[in-house]
Structure formats: structure tokens, C-alpha cells
């Protein structure tokens, strides 16, 4: 018995407290607003809303407008949208009326009511700075080097004879000089690049003019 | 208050990291601040393990309802 009159007297708390609790709470309310809104229209949208909440018996602590920005996906069809953020002090009885409002309104593409803890403090965060991919942009270089390959096969001749005249004093000399012979090989082609890159230039400017390549 | 940079610089091995909302004494986690969000995504944006982000439970469930949140106010996409 007594635990059934000490259950009840804790449930009646409860109730109590819920009802203190009802009356008024802080909110926050944060809308995403159609992009192609005119400034004057904007500011027409933001009074019916803070009006609409102060015939619901709240009271704005701080309204905020960001600016225009980007949406993660796309919400019908809009890929921009304008935030606005409000916090108020709001009855929770009211709020579902104004959760409907919002939902029917068609300037308002999406929006969101979260309660408050006490204690809270509106504080604008920064926008994250969005940086290029860099990988992307190494791609456009292979397209001149295949060009290049095909003029190298037909100079390859020249440095071909000096690379046998070159392994013939290789035999001559005792085993350290393949280490040479390789460096021999890589400066080769560089000196042949040289000679010819004035017309190379040009032979891959008309290339790059005529044709649109597809890399 | 609103600037808080988390390291993603990895100090403790896996596994043995620490929470860092506690270190950083966040109490709660806001669903405007994508940056401090993005720490805990995934490359495909889901939220990242306990085990390797290092949260502790607290701010796991806390930082779960925000990324949510934040995901249907388009903050935060949902896929990548």
C-alpha cells in the first residue's frame, strides 16, 4: 500500500513538473528557404514567421539569415538554399500548429525544431574552406607524352649506334663501367628532346587546335 | 566556445584514443557545426566507429543525433 501511495504521489510530481515544463521552453527553429526568393520577398517571409510565433505566445531571442549556400543533395530540385536560424521561448502546445505551418508553406523548403538545454549560447560557426582535388589535375599531362613517344621512335637510330660504340669499350674495360653505361642511356634521349623541342611545341599546339581529345 | 579544432592526427594507437569532446569539454555536440562533424565521418559519410574515432558513449549517442540532424538540413549528405 505504501508503495503504491508513494508511486501515485511521484506520479502526480511528474505531472507537475511536465505541466511547469509545458509553459514555456526555448526552441530553436532553423529553415531552408527557397534560393530564388527576391531580398524584399525574404524579408516579407521572415515577418509572417516572427509574427506567426508571437500570436503563438513566444518570445524571438535571436534571429539569424546566412547567406546563401550550398545543400549537401538536392531538395526538390533546388541546390541552394537560404538558412535562417531562430531561437525563442516558445508553449509546446503551440508548436505543433506551427510544425504544420511550416510543413504547407511553400517558400520553406525544409526546416527543423530542436529544444534547448539552459545555458545555451547562438554561436555562428565557420564555413569549411573547400579545396580543388588535386589528383585531377595530373591527368591533362599524359596526352602530350604519347605524341612525344612517337617522334622518339623515329630519332631512336642515332643514339642506337653510339650505345653499341659504347658497349664495345665496355668490353674493353673490366665490369664497374654497366653502372655508367645506364647513366649513359638516360642522358641520351634527354639531349635528343632537346634538339627538337621548338618544333615539338608547335607540332602539339596544331595537334591540341584540331582535334578535341578525349583523355 | 565555437572554435574547437580537433586533431586528426593520430597520438594514441587504435583503439586506445581518447574522447575528444571531453578533452576539449564540449557538453554538447551542435548540428550547425559541420566542421567539428566532419571530423567523425566516414569517406562515404557514415559516422565513424567508436573504436577508431575514440569517442567515448556519451558523445557517440550525441554526436549520432546531431550528424542526423544535420543530415536532414542537408549540412551533411547522406552518401557519398
Known sequence: ?????????GAAKKAEARVVEAENKMYELMLILKPDLLESAI??????ISKFLEDGGAKITMEDVWDKRKLAYNIKQYSEGIYVVYNFEGLTSAMRELDEHLRI???VIRHLLTTLKEGYQYSKFDDEVEEEEKPRKSTPKPAPKR???????????????????VEETVEEVTEEPTEEVAEE????????IKVDKSDLDDKLNKLLEGDDLNI | MAKQI?????KHPLGKRRCAFCTSQIEEIDYKDVKTLKHFLNGFQKIKNRYYSGVCLQHQKQLARSVKRARHMALVPFTN
Open chain 1, 105 to 107: 508553406d511553400n517558400d
Open chain 1, 147 to 165: 605524341v612525344e613517344k612517337k617522334e622518339e621512335v623515329v630519332k631512336k637510330p642515332e643514339p642506337v649506334i653510339e650505345e653499341e660504340e
Open chain 1, 185 to 192: 642511356k638516360v642522358e641520351e634521349p634527354k639531349e635528343v
Open chain 1, 1 to 9: 500500500m505504501a508503495k503504491a501511495a508513494k508511486s501515485a504521489s
Open chain 2, 6 to 10: 580537433f586533431s586528426t592526427k593520430q
Open chain 1, 43 to 48: 524579408t516579407k517571409k521572415l515577418k509572417e
